[in-house]
Protein backbone atom coordinates (compact mmCIF):
# COMPACT_ATOMS: atom_id res chain seq x y z
CA UNK A 1 0.00 0.00 0.00
CA UNK A 2 2.74 2.56 1.01
CA UNK A 3 4.78 1.67 -2.45
CA UNK A 4 1.82 2.64 -3.90
CA UNK A 5 0.60 5.84 -3.11
CA UNK A 6 4.62 6.83 -3.15
CA UNK A 7 4.32 5.49 -6.83
CA UNK A 8 1.32 8.02 -7.36
CA UNK A 9 2.96 11.10 -5.56
CA UNK A 10 5.91 9.97 -7.66
CA UNK A 11 4.53 10.55 -10.69
CA UNK A 12 2.55 13.59 -9.65
CA UNK A 13 6.05 15.34 -8.46
CA UNK A 14 8.69 13.88 -10.66
CA UNK A 15 6.68 13.34 -14.00
CA UNK A 16 6.06 10.65 -15.88
CA UNK A 17 9.57 11.04 -17.73
CA UNK A 18 11.61 10.41 -14.70
CA UNK A 19 9.49 7.60 -14.21
CA UNK A 20 10.32 6.11 -17.09
CA UNK A 21 13.72 7.05 -16.77
CA UNK A 22 14.00 5.48 -13.48
CA UNK A 23 12.34 2.20 -14.75
CA UNK A 24 14.95 1.95 -17.25
CA UNK A 25 18.50 2.14 -15.64
CA UNK A 26 17.08 -0.38 -13.03
CA UNK A 27 16.49 -2.52 -16.13
CA UNK A 28 20.13 -2.03 -17.28
CA UNK A 29 21.55 -2.55 -13.35
CA UNK A 30 19.05 -5.75 -13.57
CA UNK A 31 20.85 -7.21 -16.37
CA UNK A 32 23.94 -6.35 -14.58
CA UNK A 33 23.04 -8.29 -12.02
CA UNK A 34 23.68 -11.40 -14.01
CA UNK A 35 26.98 -11.08 -12.56
CA UNK A 36 25.38 -12.46 -9.07
CA UNK A 37 25.47 -16.15 -10.92
CA UNK A 38 23.14 -17.54 -8.53
CA UNK A 39 25.40 -17.96 -5.99
CA UNK A 40 23.04 -16.47 -3.09
CA UNK A 41 20.80 -19.78 -3.95
CA UNK A 42 24.03 -21.89 -4.09
CA UNK A 43 25.30 -20.59 -0.54
CA UNK A 44 21.82 -20.85 0.95
CA UNK A 45 21.65 -24.34 -0.01
CA UNK A 46 24.93 -25.57 0.98
CA UNK A 47 24.13 -23.90 4.53
CA UNK A 48 21.25 -25.66 5.30
CA UNK A 49 22.76 -29.07 6.78
CA UNK A 50 25.55 -27.44 8.99
CA UNK A 51 23.07 -24.71 10.64
CA UNK A 52 20.75 -27.64 11.35
CA UNK A 53 23.24 -29.20 12.71
CA UNK A 54 25.38 -26.68 14.78
CA UNK A 55 28.68 -27.29 12.87
CA UNK A 56 29.70 -23.87 13.13
CA UNK A 57 33.16 -24.25 11.79
CA UNK A 58 31.39 -25.21 8.53
CA UNK A 59 29.07 -22.69 8.56
CA UNK A 60 31.72 -20.00 9.34
CA UNK A 61 33.95 -21.87 6.11
CA UNK A 62 31.17 -21.15 3.90
CA UNK A 63 30.39 -17.54 4.79
CA UNK A 64 33.94 -16.46 4.52
CA UNK A 65 33.64 -17.77 1.20
CA UNK A 66 30.39 -16.01 0.39
CA UNK A 67 31.58 -13.04 1.92
CA UNK A 68 34.65 -12.71 -0.31
CA UNK A 69 32.58 -13.90 -3.65
CA UNK A 70 30.25 -10.91 -2.49
CA UNK A 71 32.97 -8.18 -2.53
CA UNK A 72 34.23 -9.29 -5.69
CA UNK A 73 30.67 -9.13 -6.98
CA UNK A 74 30.20 -6.02 -5.68
CA UNK A 75 33.29 -4.35 -7.23
CA UNK A 76 32.90 -5.94 -10.77
CA UNK A 77 28.92 -4.66 -10.40
CA UNK A 78 29.95 -1.02 -9.68
CA UNK A 79 33.38 -1.34 -12.22
CA UNK A 80 30.84 -2.31 -15.51
CA UNK A 81 28.49 0.24 -14.21
CA UNK A 82 31.15 2.52 -14.94
CA UNK A 83 31.84 1.45 -17.84
CA UNK A 84 28.12 1.47 -19.08
CA UNK A 85 27.21 5.00 -18.05
CA UNK A 86 29.69 6.82 -21.08
CA UNK A 87 26.92 4.55 -23.61
CA UNK A 88 23.46 5.17 -21.53
CA UNK A 89 22.95 7.79 -24.42
CA UNK A 90 21.99 5.13 -26.52
CA UNK A 91 18.94 3.33 -24.00
CA UNK A 92 17.96 6.92 -23.14
CA UNK A 93 16.65 8.96 -25.75
CA UNK A 94 14.53 11.44 -26.84
CA UNK A 95 13.91 13.09 -23.28
CA UNK A 96 14.27 16.51 -21.83
CA UNK A 97 16.53 16.08 -19.19
CA UNK A 98 20.45 15.96 -20.27
CA UNK A 99 22.57 13.46 -20.35
CA UNK A 100 24.55 14.17 -17.11
CA UNK A 101 21.53 14.57 -15.14
CA UNK A 102 20.42 10.94 -15.98
CA UNK A 103 23.93 9.87 -15.37
CA UNK A 104 24.17 10.76 -12.10
CA UNK A 105 20.91 9.37 -11.41
CA UNK A 106 22.31 6.17 -12.56
CA UNK A 107 25.06 6.41 -10.38
CA UNK A 108 23.11 6.27 -7.26
CA UNK A 109 21.34 3.84 -8.71
CA UNK A 110 24.54 1.79 -9.14
CA UNK A 111 25.33 2.90 -5.33
CA UNK A 112 21.14 1.21 -4.49
CA UNK A 113 21.90 -2.07 -5.87
CA UNK A 114 26.01 -1.95 -5.00
CA UNK A 115 25.30 -1.76 -1.25
CA UNK A 116 23.14 -4.91 -1.37
CA UNK A 117 26.10 -6.31 -2.61
CA UNK A 118 28.77 -5.45 0.08
CA UNK A 119 26.23 -5.77 3.10
CA UNK A 120 23.28 -8.30 2.56
CA UNK A 121 25.17 -11.62 2.09
CA UNK A 122 24.32 -11.85 6.15
CA UNK A 123 20.67 -12.43 4.83
CA UNK A 124 21.45 -15.51 3.65
CA UNK A 125 22.19 -16.84 6.62
CA UNK A 126 18.49 -16.06 8.44
CA UNK A 127 17.31 -17.65 5.22
CA UNK A 128 18.84 -21.08 5.61
CA UNK A 129 18.35 -21.03 9.01
CA UNK A 130 14.46 -20.36 8.52
CA UNK A 131 14.52 -16.94 9.88
CA UNK A 132 13.57 -15.12 7.09
CA UNK A 133 11.05 -13.38 9.22
CA UNK A 134 13.61 -11.55 10.73
CA UNK A 135 14.34 -9.86 7.86
CA UNK A 136 10.95 -9.21 6.41
CA UNK A 137 10.11 -7.49 10.20
CA UNK A 138 13.61 -5.00 9.58
CA UNK A 139 12.74 -4.52 6.03
CA UNK A 140 9.15 -3.76 7.05
CA UNK A 141 9.80 -1.59 9.84
CA UNK A 142 12.56 0.13 7.25
CA UNK A 143 9.95 1.06 4.84
CA UNK A 144 7.42 2.58 6.17
CA UNK A 145 10.14 4.88 8.05
CA UNK A 146 11.92 5.68 5.12
CA UNK A 147 8.90 6.01 3.01
CA UNK A 148 8.11 9.01 5.23
CA UNK A 149 11.24 10.60 4.36
CA UNK A 150 10.40 9.84 0.92
CA UNK A 151 7.22 11.24 1.00
CA UNK A 152 8.47 14.16 2.45
CA UNK A 153 11.52 14.59 -0.05
CA UNK A 154 9.23 14.20 -3.26
CA UNK A 155 6.54 16.96 -1.93
CA UNK A 156 9.29 19.49 -0.43
CA UNK A 157 11.88 19.25 -2.66
CA UNK A 158 11.07 17.46 -5.68
CA UNK A 159 14.68 16.40 -5.75
CA UNK A 160 15.10 12.59 -7.50
CA UNK A 161 18.81 12.89 -6.33
CA UNK A 162 17.47 13.12 -2.99
CA UNK A 163 15.12 9.99 -3.09
CA UNK A 164 17.53 7.79 -4.36
CA UNK A 165 20.06 8.93 -1.63
CA UNK A 166 17.54 7.75 0.90
CA UNK A 167 17.09 4.65 -0.94
CA UNK A 168 20.79 3.88 -0.37
CA UNK A 169 20.57 4.95 3.17
CA UNK A 170 17.37 2.34 3.52
CA UNK A 171 19.66 -0.37 1.84
CA UNK A 172 22.74 0.48 3.94
CA UNK A 173 20.20 0.42 7.41
CA UNK A 174 18.35 -2.38 7.11
CA UNK A 175 21.39 -4.37 6.22
CA UNK A 176 23.23 -3.38 9.01
CA UNK A 177 20.48 -4.26 11.36
CA UNK A 178 20.03 -7.53 9.83
CA UNK A 179 24.03 -7.84 10.74
CA UNK A 180 23.85 -7.00 14.39
CA UNK A 181 21.00 -9.75 14.90
CA UNK A 182 23.06 -11.68 13.10
CA UNK A 183 25.88 -11.18 15.08
CA UNK A 184 23.45 -11.68 18.46
CA UNK A 185 22.44 -14.69 17.38
CA UNK A 186 25.46 -16.13 16.15
CA UNK A 187 27.87 -15.41 18.49
CA UNK A 188 30.58 -18.47 17.09
CA UNK A 189 30.50 -16.77 13.64
CA UNK A 190 33.86 -16.03 11.65
CA UNK A 191 33.67 -14.25 8.78
CA UNK A 192 37.65 -15.07 8.57
CA UNK A 193 37.56 -18.44 8.43
CA UNK A 194 40.16 -21.18 6.45
CA UNK A 195 38.17 -21.76 3.30
CA UNK A 196 38.56 -25.68 2.08
CA UNK A 197 39.30 -26.52 -1.43
CA UNK A 198 36.59 -29.35 -1.42
CA UNK A 199 33.65 -26.39 -0.37
CA UNK A 200 34.88 -24.26 -3.20
CA UNK A 201 34.68 -26.86 -5.58
CA UNK A 202 31.43 -27.94 -4.69
CA UNK A 203 30.27 -24.32 -4.18
CA UNK A 204 31.31 -23.53 -8.21
CA UNK A 205 29.54 -26.68 -9.22
CA UNK A 206 26.43 -25.50 -8.02
CA UNK A 207 26.58 -22.11 -9.14
CA UNK A 208 27.47 -23.27 -12.56
CA UNK A 209 24.00 -25.28 -12.48
CA UNK A 210 22.38 -22.45 -11.02
CA UNK A 211 23.56 -19.69 -13.72
CA UNK A 212 23.04 -21.86 -16.37
CA UNK A 213 18.79 -20.95 -15.30
CA UNK A 214 19.46 -17.87 -14.52
CA UNK A 215 21.21 -17.12 -18.03
CA UNK A 216 18.36 -18.34 -20.17
Known sequence: ???????????QYFGVEILGIN????????TLSLAELGIQSAITFR????????RM???????TLFRKLYWSIGCFFVIA???????????????????????????LQLMVSASTYFLAYKRTLLYADQRQYLCSLVDICCNIIFAAAKFAVIVCTGNYY???????????????????????????LNER????????KNLFSDVKNVFTSKLA
Request: aromatic share 12%; net charge positive.
Open 1 to 11: LINFVLRRFFI
Open 23 to 30: GVLADVLN
Open 47 to 54: LYEPLAKK
Open 57 to 63: DEVNEII
Open 81 to 107: GFVCMPFLGLVVKDVQLSMGYIRIAFF
Open 162 to 188: LYLIIQITQNIVSNLIVHVICRRRYQD
Open 193 to 200: AEVGTELK
